[in-house]
């Protein structure tokens, strides 16, 4: 049967339901825009960043999947990862250089077209820091104003009505010289959703067809999970720019050689296809791929609602650019141990391949003799004085008291934003030498610290170490107010807040109520849940459920880890997360899940080779009888492909 033509495709679109739109950098490469993709911006800041007497083609490496037949799919470096380590490792803390993905002022014709469909009322969601949807808007619709949204608090929890205001939903953050750093730091930093933009995105993914421009899909911390797990009775088009002949591809055709048995194996567009047509997420014929020009795709759009339109004649020739990321790096500190943490942290999830061991150990070695020379910084030095005090054995008595001292000396030279964390450290300190009264004290002062001045991530950093010394229960970050849609479906809140309250009694959690909902609420404004989850990996462990209600939300938050883990190519953490999801299995009586996920862990350890995980299939053997060896050779087909 032929393919559908362009118009076949669109006329649905713009005959039955509401539009909206998501694109990406994508749309802003083209001229006079020519901004750099998300590959090219990635291996300019690794490039720049990276210290000379490092091996620098291992660090560009990491921009793809290593070159050997077993690699899980996401073992390459995500924006959001970049940006975390950037920002955390010190280089760049205010991350001055996305003022390189937005320095442009002259639109091309996809924003212009955007622009159009705008005015016409679609949805236009983007995850470009640019402003040149604006610039075009402005130039295209005169004195018409269009409502930007970049904060969090900004975005409301259901689609906008047909009626509103033009609005243009900027879901990472929009460029520094607009206003919203902040804002734009925090999107940038998120390794999942909000829950205000989560809800907001599912509800526009419900109610409205869904056109995908400029968007290549490996953006698989935040987006990429709530466009593949909804299910959605509208149109979903996803457009890949190419200048060749047009090609239209749907349903089952998207991914004609896929051998994945769970969408766990894919990643990015690959997972969004194979959980709408293999998982009937849309219905059948409901999501189509076009290779295509995107402009060519946009025109057609735009044209339907506006027959009319024009696209405004240029503002004279563009200005010449230089090499945006060559002048952001002349402004970055030229020695110290910031750039040698940045690649160790890089680097860090692949150091189990002997490539990669070798590139971390390298910079691990410069880091402590440059964080102790004179040239450090003092964030600098309380780092390695974070690194002695965790390296310490449990009656090192002496050297606690010199980390004590060190950071003592510290605190009058550190910056206000620091401070909280130095404190962080002293509570540390404090609780493991003085005791429950003394620690929770130093505890209150760090957190004040940070909450006074709005320092978020610092704060809830503080407070996930408190709880860890103050003792972690299963189910006291429990609140219905912070869990999944799907939980709820299954689980009652009354329900939930009953085991909740039951659980921190019999455990005599030393946390307090307040601030254990201040944490869950952090996580959920900052996008880091994941590491609430991760702390209770431990207990995930020995969980055993007869009633089932519980079992499900321990099974969903464990699914979700592996995910996290799977999307930041974090192969040692799935592996960690499988183990869970095995023994939740086998205390839920579902021994065949639990041997699929036995085998996924020793199919793991085929390339980590970590012992405790070998200890952990203990119950393998007993169990490996309920799965027979057709599907363990599709098991592994599903993991590692056909390149074994």
Same mark, same amino acid.
């Given at each position: 049967?032929?393919?559908?033509?362009?118009?076949?495709?669109?006329?649905?679109?713009?005959?039955?339901?509401?539009?909206?739109?998501?694109?990406?950098?994508?749309?802003?490469?083209?001229?006079?825009?020519?901004?750099?993709?998300?590959?090219?911006?990635?291996?300019?800041?690794?490039?720049?960043?990276?210290?000379?007497?490092?091996?620098?083609?291992?660090?560009?490496?990491?921009?793809?999947?290593?070159?050997?037949?077993?690699?899980?799919?996401?073992?390459?470096?995500?924006?959001?990862?970049?940006?975390?380590?950037?920002?955390?490792?010190?280089?760049?803390?205010?991350? #001055?250089?996305?003022?390189?993905?937005?320095?442009?002022?002259?639109?091309?014709?996809?924003?212009?077209?955007?622009?159009?469909?705008?005015?016409?009322?679609?949805?236009?969601?983007?995850?470009? %820091?640019?402003?040149?949807?604006?610039?075009?808007?402005?130039?295209?619709?005169?004195?018409? #104003?269009?409502?930007?949204?970049?904060?969090?608090?900004?975005?409301?929890?259901?689609?906008?009505?047909?009626?509103?205001?033009?609005?243009?939903?900027?879901?990472?953050?929009?460029?520094?010289?607009?206003?919203?750093?902040?804002?734009?730091?925090?999107?940038?930093?998120?390794?999942?959703?909000?829950?205000?933009?989560?809800?907001?995105?599912?509800?526009?993914?419900?109610?409205?067809?869904?056109?995908?421009?400029?968007?290549?899909?490996?953006?698989?911390?935040?987006?990429?999970?709530?466009?593949?797990?909804?299910?959605?009775?509208?149109?979903?088009?996803?457009?890949?720019?190419?200048?060749?002949?047009?090609?239209?591809?749907?349903?089952?055709?998207?991914?004609?050689?896929? +051998?994945?048995?769970?969408?766990?194996?894919?990643?990015?567009?690959?997972?969004?296809?194979?959980?709408?047509?293999?998982?009937? #997420?849309?219905?059948?014929?409901?999501?189509?791929?076009?290779?295509?020009?995107?402009?060519?795709?946009?025109?057609?759009?735009?044209?339907?609602?506006?027959?009319?339109?024009?696209?405004?004649?240029?503002?004279?020739?563009?200005?010449?650019? $230089?090499?945006?990321?060559?002048?952001?790096?002349?402004?970055?500190?030229?020695?110290?141990?910031?750039?040698?943490? %940045?690649?160790?942290?890089?680097?860090?999830?692949?150091?189990?391949?002997?490539?990669?061991?070798?590139?971390?150990?390298?910079?691990?070695?410069?880091?402590?003799?440059?964080?102790?020379?004179?040239?450090?910084?003092?964030?600098? #030095?309380?780092?390695?004085?974070?690194?002695?005090?965790?390296?310490?054995?449990?009656?090192?008595?002496?050297?606690?008291?010199?980390?004590?001292?060190?950071?003592?000396?510290?605190?009058?030279?550190?910056?206000?934003?620091?401070?909280?964390?130095?404190?962080?450290?002293?509570?540390?300190?404090?609780?493991?030498?003085?005791?429950?009264?003394?620690?929770?004290?130093?505890?209150?002062? =760090?957190?004040?610290?940070?909450?006074?001045?709005?320092?978020?991530?610092?704060?809830?950093?503080?407070?996930?170490?408190?709880?860890?010394?103050?003792?972690?229960?299963?189910?006291?970050?429990?609140?219905?107010?912070?869990?999944?849609?799907?939980?709820?479906?299954?689980?009652?809140?009354?329900?939930?807040?009953?085991?909740?309250?039951?659980?921190?009694?019999?455990? $005599?959690?030393?946390?307090?109520?307040?601030?254990?909902?201040?944490?869950?609420?952090?996580?959920?404004?900052?996008?880091?849940?994941?590491?609430?989850?991760?702390?209770?990996?431990?207990?995930?462990?020995?969980?055993?459920?007869?009633?089932?209600?519980?079992?499900?939300?321990?099974?969903?938050? $464990?699914?979700?880890?592996?995910?996290? =883990?799977?999307?930041?190519?974090?192969?040692?953490?799935?592996?960690?997360?499988?183990?869970?999801?095995?023994?939740?299995?086998?205390?839920?009586?579902?021994?065949?899940?639990?041997?699929?996920?036995?085998?996924?862990?020793?199919?793991?350890?085929?390339?980590?080779?970590?012992?405790?995980?070998?200890?952990?299939?203990? +119950?393998?053997?007993?169990?490996?009888?309920?799965?027979?060896?057709?599907?363990?050779?599709?098991?592994?087909?599903?993991?590692?492909?056909?390149?074994?």
């Amino acid at each position: 049967m032929p393919s559908p033509s362009l118009s076949d495709v669109i006329h649905p679109l713009t005959t039955s339901g509401r539009l909206a739109l998501l694109v990406g950098a994508g749309i802003s490469l083209d001229s006079p825009s020519n901004l750099m993709d998300g590959g090219s911006f990635t291996r300019g800041v690794i490039h720049h960043v990276c210290p000379a007497d490092l091996d620098r083609d291992t660090a560009l490496s990491l921009l793809r999947l290593p070159d050997c037949p077993l690699r899980r799919p996401g073992e390459y470096i995500r924006f959001e990862t970049l940006m975390m380590s950037l920002s955390q490792e010190r280089v760049d803390a205010d991350l #001055k250089v996305l003022a390189s993905l937005g320095e442009s002022r002259e639109p091309n014709r996809n924003h212009y077209l955007l622009a159009a469909l705008l005015a016409a009322g679609a949805i236009v969601m983007t995850t470009n %820091f640019d402003c040149l949807i604006e610039i075009a808007f402005a130039r295209l619709h005169g004195g018409r #104003k269009l409502r930007v949204v970049s904060a969090d608090a900004d975005f409301p929890t259901q689609a906008p009505p047909q009626s509103a205001e033009p609005t243009l939903w900027k879901l990472h953050g929009s460029s520094p010289d607009d206003g919203s750093v902040q804002a734009t730091i925090t999107a940038v930093l998120a390794t999942s959703m909000t829950i205000r933009k989560r809800s907001f995105l599912k509800d526009t993914l419900r109610t409205c067809h869904l056109v995908i421009a400029g968007y290549s899909g490996s953006d698989d911390l935040d987006l990429n999970p709530v466009i593949a797990d909804i299910d959605s009775p509208q149109r979903l088009l996803w457009i890949q720019h190419s200048s060749g002949p047009v090609r239209v591809v749907q349903d089952r055709a998207l991914l004609p050689n896929c +051998a994945a048995l769970s969408d766990r194996d894919l990643i990015g567009r690959d997972r969004v296809f194979f959980m709408a047509t293999r998982r009937g #997420k849309r219905p059948a014929g409901a999501v189509l791929y076009v290779e295509a020009p995107t402009s060519t795709v946009l025109d057609i759009l735009a044209r339907r609602y506006d027959p009319s339109f024009t696209e405004p004649a240029a503002e004279g020739p563009p200005p010449a650019r $230089g090499d945006t990321l060559a002048a952001w790096a002349k402004g970055l500190p030229s020695t110290g141990s910031a750039p040698y943490s %940045f690649i160790a942290f890089l680097a860090g999830n692949g150091a189990f391949r002997p490539r990669m061991r070798r590139l971390v150990e390298a910079a691990q070695q410069r880091i402590p003799v440059l964080r102790r020379s004179p040239i450090a910084t003092p964030m600098q #030095k309380l780092s390695q004085a974070i690194e002695d005090f965790n390296a310490l054995s449990e009656h090192d008595h002496s050297g606690a008291r010199l980390v004590r001292e060190t950071v003592l000396a510290l605190l009058p030279t550190l910056a206000r934003e620091d401070l909280g964390t130095a404190h962080r450290l002293l509570a540390c300190m404090d609780w493991n030498e003085s005791g429950q009264g003394a620690g929770e004290a130093s505890f209150r002062r =760090a957190v004040l610290l940070d909450r006074e001045i709005g320092n978020l991530r610092p704060e809830f950093h503080t407070l996930n170490t408190w709880r860890d010394f103050a003792g972690l229960t299963q189910w006291d970050d429990l609140f219905p107010q912070f869990l999944s849609e799907e939980v709820l479906n299954h689980v009652s809140p009354d329900y939930i807040e009953r085991q909740r309250a039951q659980a921190r009694r019999l455990s $005599g959690t030393l946390f307090p109520e307040p601030e254990l909902f201040r944490l869950n609420e952090l996580a959920a404004m900052t996008g880091l849940l994941p590491a609430l989850w991760t702390s209770a990996l431990l207990s995930l462990h020995n969980f055993v459920d007869a009633e089932g209600q519980l079992g499900f939300i321990a099974l969903d938050r $464990g699914e979700r880890l592996v995910r996290f =883990a799977v999307d930041m190519g974090d192969v040692e953490g799935e592996a960690q997360a499988t183990v869970a999801m095995g023994r939740l299995y086998a205390g839920v009586e579902q021994p065949q899940l639990a041997a699929t996920e036995f085998r996924r862990v020793a199919e793991l350890n085929r390339v980590l080779q970590r012992p405790y995980l070998e200890e952990a299939l203990y +119950a393998l053997p007993a169990m490996d009888a309920d799965l027979n060896s057709p599907t363990r050779e599709e098991l592994r087909n599903s993991m590692w492909g056909s390149a074994e």
